[in-house]
């Protein structure tokens, strides 16, 4: 939680969350290139321990809902 926690302040992870079934996480993250995302990564406990392997995937958002920040609060 830590780790989460450092990079959600720092702005790089703006949403975390295990996956259902419970075999793995989603992080939605933006960076300002795949290699600072890639060394963020590097330093997951679970990654560095090697229990964990990771994908990034990157995107380009086009388009997003207009009440966003109420549907990500709930």
Known sequence: MRFLKKYSASGDFLVSRRKIPRDGGVILARGDSRERIE???????????????????QFRASHRADDIQARIDG
Do not use: K, M, N
């Open 39 to 57: 060394a963020i990564i590097r330093e997951d406990p679970f990654c560095a321990r090697g229990l964990a392997d990771f994908r990034i995937i």
